[in-house]
């Protein structure tokens, strides 16, 4: 059976009307980055020399954090400690878009804290040091999780707990969420740590990794056929609808309880860090699910999402736009993926040119009709920088340049034509009659035009020499003209 299309776009929309809640452990990870510089003389272990470190929201943070960066808004209940890992943890909530937290304080436990000590150039983990209590919820905080829980599962279209097995997700919580969640009529997402898979009853799904899944089921777990024939009982005790077994490098095989099983490999990627790929797979599931996608679509998703985050170093997040990258064929997205809508998006292209040390090239026009005589300017252009950026003239603009008949295809269309040339790295469309001020803008090192102008005659050629940039000007191909070829396409002679 052929692999049904996977319509990225109407899901990406649907997923940004979506609400998740997500209630689980949270956690404040560090990775402190460095290079071995020696071994210790003490023991036989590696000195790192620490260069840098980042701090993130781990555990079920993340999840809620994916669920954010993927588009949907998350609804985040969790427990921390009065201290300053849990201040850290709560200010980071709030700035993040897209995640409103509900934080159940308890003035006796650390709030759990992971400090990992990384290789920067091998992208290898020396060592992990911990601060944590992993120890239930008192009965006292058991009941302010369950009050700060109950009346958010309204609000939500999917709940999602993310089990780490550090105290918020006892026995009692956990039957007080899935109970109210399925009088509501809530699906239940779970991404358990528990051995006893029957504190999850009623729960619609669970995403245990391989490991999890051989010791709750007590089975070897080596083959799709062995997970289908574990995955019966488990579900039946659990009174679960499917559950889904993550397995690394191995791919992903889901079994539902009414159907058949479906596989689906890894897709290969150079690892970087593995660290949150579980929360970034829960937190797929999650809004590919609530926006109302099948179980072969939801699997599709998640899958193409932990391939990005184990790309990323540290505990990754992935967005809607590098999900849509990773899930669509190339050549999809070749040519919308240099168009450029966003200002903000250009900038940080031509930063990372520049961090490269390639020469950035500009050329411009209204290219309302491609024909040779583009070709050769663009393909000469290109010749002359590493990264060639073409201004398109918008709608507007060419009406005012060329009369009220022109353009005679829209200003995305001719963006599509010129972004599927090779010789094109992105396109800018601007509005103005003239592209001073993108080139003020990009600066480019390389500003051409076609031999039909002379230098003085080329818009920013001042800007560009200013900058120590030069002016390339294109001999033209004689017998082609976009107005010739609107008349005659229109009845007129030639």
């Known amino acids: 059976m052929p692999t049904p299309i996977l319509d990225f776009d109407a899901l990406a929309q649907a997923i940004s009307g979506r ?5 689980g452990d949270i956690m ?3 990775f402190v980055y460095g290079e071995v510089s020696r071994i210790s003389p003490e023991a036989p272990a590696p000195v790192i020399a620490a260069q840098r470190s980042e701090i993130h929201v781990g555990g079920a943070g993340n999840v809620a954090r994916n669920v954010a960066s993927l588009g949907a808004r998350c609804i985040f209940v969790g427990l921390i400690g009065e201290d300053d890992a849990g201040a850290r943890l709560a200010a980071a909530l709030d700035d993040q878009t897209g995640i409103e937290s509900v934080l159940v304080r308890d003035a006796s436990r650390p709030t759990t804290r992971k400090v990992r000590f990384v290789s920067e150039h091998f992208s290898t983990h020396m060592l992990r040091a911990d601060w944590e209590q992993a120890l239930a919820a008192s009965d006292d905080v058991e009941t302010k999780l369950i009050d700060a829980i109950l009346p958010q599962i309204a609000r939500a279209d999917i709940v999602l707990l993310s ?20 009088k509501l009529g809530k699906p239940v997402i779970v991404d358990p740590k528990s051995l006893n898979w029957a504190i999850y009853r009623g729960a619609t799904l669970l995403t245990p990794n391989r490991k999890e899944f051989s010791e709750a089921t007590r089975s070897r777990a080596e083959t799709v056929q062995s997970i289908v024939e574990a995955s019966e009982d488990v579900m039946r005790l659990a009174d679960c609808e499917a ?4 397995q690394g490098e191995r791919g992903m095989t889901l079994v539902p309880r009414n159907g058949g099983a479906v596989h689906v490999p890894a897709v290969p990627v150079k690892v970087r860090d593995v660290s949150g790929a579980g929360d970034t797979v829960a937190a797929t599931l999650a809004v590919s699910l609530a926006a109302g996608a099948d179980w072969d679509t939801a699997l599709r998703m998640a899958n193409a999402a932990a391939a990005v ?49 390639l020469r950035v090239g500009f050329t411009n026009g209204c290219f309302d009709i491609l024909h040779p005589g583009h070709v050769k300017v663009l393909t000469a ?3 002359a920088c590493d990264r060639l950026i073409v201004g398109l003239n918008s709608d507007a603009s060419v009406r005012r340049l060329k009369g009220a008949d022109r353009p005679v295809q829209d200003e995305r269309a001719r963006a599509e034509v010129l972004a599927a040339l090779e010789a094109v790295d992105l396109v800018v469309i601007f509005a103005e009659d003239t592209p001073i001020d993108l080139i003020t803008r990009i600066k480019p090192g390389v500003l051409v035009k076609g031999g039909d102008y002379t230098r003085e005659q080329v818009v920013g050629h001042e800007v560009v020499e200013a900058a120590g940039g030069v002016v390339v000007l294109v001999d033209i191909l004689q017998g082609f003209s976009t107005t010739a070829l609107v008349h005659r396409a229109r009845g007129g002679s030639n």
């Open 163 to 182: 089990d780490y097995a550090k105290g918020v997700l006892t026995a009692r919580v956990i039957r007080h969420t899935i109970d109210a969640a399925r």
């Open 243 to 246: 559950i889904l077994v993550t």
């Open 309 to 357: 985050a184990v790309g990323k170093q540290g505990t990754a997040s992935v967005s809607a736009a590098e999900l849509r990258r990773k899930i669509l064929p190339h050549a999809t997205l070749a040519a919308e993926e240099k168009i450029v809508l966003d200002p903000a998006a250009l900038d940080a292209q031509l930063a990372e040119w520049k961090r490269q040390g």
């Open 19 to 23: 609400t998740v809640l997500c209630i």
């Open 28 to 30: 404040l990870d560090e």
């Open 381 to 383: 252009a290109r010749a």
